[in-house]
């Protein structure tokens, strides 16, 4: 597998000179699998980039795997060129809701007066599908989804293929469950997870459902990953504060092989 880095700042996309090195779109990942399949983790304002290689590259099924709707997952999606391709069937994945189906909620979130092209009239195929606790297959590639803990309803996603692994866990707050996701993170080849504050901002920021970085060691420690980046960037910190995080962190857990998430980044598997 090979993923790529569209948007990985949390919260609220952050353009601006001081966070060029890593980056201001919310959250988005492309993989592609060994058999050419495209999953695309979340739709946060990373996810429009993605869609503009459809011009060139015009993928018949796209996977969409979104870990919660709050906005900076989601906020991206509309403007994602693929779903104005006709020819094109979106398969959206998503944890079930409280109340009101998960297609829904997206219809409401792309309908007037929030975006101007009725979800019923997008050209596209698109399928949705409600998962919490689950594992499914896809041309080879097997995915378990499970619950962590953030506020609303949330996944992380783990991802197999030829014996390589991947855990997408971008909102996690392992300060009040130390185990949330580690079901999908244990020995996996790359994690990528929530190191959203410094402990010192955690004390102020306790049930916002992030992660700080002595809780990101811990983590890290208990789920004993080959490689971890660290993910969902706070929309105040800085090229350099995220660089001091990271040493920070890498210190924490005494270990190296921890790295920030950054924009354009080509990562295998």
Known sequence: MRATIWGCRGSLATPGPSTVRYGGNTSSIELRSSSGSLIVLDAGTGIRPRGLTHATERPAEIHLLLTHMHLDHVEGLGFFGPLFDPGCRITIWGPKPDGASLREHLAAYLSPPLFPVPFTELPCTIDVVEIWEDTWSMDGVRVASAPVRHRGRTLGYRIEEDGRSLAFIPDNEPGLDAESGLVLAEGVDLLMHDAQYTADEYETRVGWGH?????????????????????????????????????????????DAIELAREGTDLVV
């Open 211 to 255: 992660t700080a970085l002595p809780d990101l060691a811990a983590y890290i420690l208990a789920a004993d990953p080959r490689r971890t980046v660290m993910f969902h960037h706070d929309p105040s910190h800085s090229d350099d504060v995220l660089e001091a995080m990271e040493q920070s962190a890498r210190e924490l857990a005494g270990r």
